[in-house]
T-cell receptor, first 114, second 116 residues
Framework: AQKITQTQPGMFVQEKEAVTLDCTYD???????LFWYKQPSSGEMIFLIY??????QNATEGRYSLNFQKARKSANLVISASQLGDSAMYFC???????????FGTGTSLTVIP | AAGVIQSPRHLIKEKRETATLKCYPI?????VYWYQQGPGQDPQFLIS???????DKGSIPDRFSAQQFSDYHSELNMSSLELGDSALYFC???????????????FGPGTRLTVL
């Protein structure tokens, strides 16, 4: 069975600071993908970043980077230089090669303080 | 760039009524997924279609059905609505390159269903 765990229900960060959102996963499938999505209060789900299980380097997309530690089964999202617009719910998700659906964590609510 | 389109964006229904949600995937995407997100919860997978055939089934109630049409749009039909069906319903689409786990799912804006 696949499982995603996000242990931080809520996080606060000062504007312009960096913040790390934790995500651990569990799967026995050797081939999988890890994703982060942002959900603002308006409700839409915005794709941020992707990491493949065979990727050697950590993924980066602008101010977003994914700290992938395969042995620890963790895929933490790092947001650098936080902005007020980063305040949102953040979901970690996983897809395994043998299936199409995404498994989501319970999310982390991030609040950026001016 | 074109995104996933969902209609309607908001829907209010009475208990025991029926509802139909529509999803238009990103052009050239061949796979559609439906998710249900209750208040304060993470999205739960309902069902997916690849090339108009059901490919995966999750926690979709028997009262719900879905299909994907020849133009790749999909509809989620919900009957005998219950108060607990009130949720945000997302459609997502992707292009399955041989089923690789690299295929990102792009979500639509969601349909907010309220059952009174």
């Amino acid at each position: 069975a696949q499982k995603i765990t996000q242990t931080q229900p809520g996080m606060f960060v000062q504007e312009k600071e960096a913040v790390t959102l934790d995500c651990t996963y569990d799967t026995s499938d050797p081939s999988y993908g890890l994703f982060w999505y942002k959900q603002p209060s308006s409700g839409e789900m915005i794709f941020l970043i992707y990491q493949g299980s065979y990727d050697q380097q950590n993924a980066t997309e602008g101010r977003y980077s994914l700290n992938f530690q395969k042995a620890r089964k963790s895929a933490n999202l790092v947001i650098s230089a936080s902005q007020l617009g980063d305040s949102a719910m953040y979901f970690c998700a996983m897809r395994v090669f043998t299936g199409n659906q995404f498994y989501f964590g319970t999310g982390t609510s991030l609040t950026v303080i001016p | 760039a074109a995104g996933v389109i969902q209609s309607p964006r908001h829907l209010i229904k009475e208990k025991r009524e029926t509802a139909t949600l529509k999803c238009y995937p990103i052009p050239r995407h061949d796979t559609v997924y439906w998710y249900q997100q209750g208040p304060g919860q993470d999205p739960q997978f309902l069902i997916s279609f690849y090339e108009k055939m059901q490919s995966d089934k999750g926690s979709i109630p028997d009262r719900f059905s879905a299909q994907q049409f020849s133009d790749y749009h999909s509809e989620l039909n919900m009957s005998s609505l219950e108060l607990g069906d009130s949720a945000l319903y997302f459609c997502a689409s992707s292009f399955l390159r041989g089923g690789y786990s690299t295929d990102t799912q792009y979500f639509g804006p969601g349909t907010r269903l309220t059952v009174l």
